[in-house]
């Protein structure tokens, strides 16, 4: 507690001040850190994200043989990775599209943009993925 | 700019036993540029040859490719099943 919030505090226990005007003064001698509204406090900024972590869980009751896999992938190889994918000629593309396909992953590597890559970046900084699935759980951040 | 990683850490351990691996990256970089340098002009003999079906740009990709490796630097695996564990890093 600093020595105005005391100081102000003492006051009110005196009588000197109201218990509103006391609250006036408290919200103005808030210490930054302790901002009312926490979506108005600037971001601290954590520096730009730099590895993508992949954290598979497999649940307790798992049994035996159940994996836990743990990557760490720098985001510079993912950007690297990108920019040689768009250097792929497309009939082979097509092939590795219709492969991805067959798995059941829907994705065309052709639209896959760099500009696209830093968007889905900067949304996982400000949020982490969770997926609980039958065996296990698998959780997506960066860091 | 980012360098390729100079080592790569292995590790395997299992019930019966422990490897640990240090591999030194640093020593292939340089064969890696001297072979690239080598085959430089074939490469580009290549690309311009096969620049119509498509696969010119992939032929000069060497730039983009040494761009992947630099960024190889902080990749880790780690897979962990019973008592059995294995992890790669490159550093």
Redesign the interface.
Known sequence: MSDNQKRILEMLAEGKISVDEAHRLLSLVEPPAEAKDSSSKPRVSKGSP??LRVVVQPDTGSG???????????L??I???V??AS??????SDRVNEALREKGINLDLRNIKEADLEQLVDALGELEVDVQGDRGKVHVYVE | MNFPPYLLRLRIRNRRRRIRLWLPLFLLWPLAVVLALILTPFMLILAIVFLCRGWGRLLLAGPVIFRCLSALSGLEVDVKRDHERIIVSFC
């Open positions: 730099r590895y035996r043989g159940a994996e836990r896999v743990n990557v760490r992938v720098p510079a190889l950007r690297a990775g920019k040689l250097l792929i000629p497309a009939h082979v």
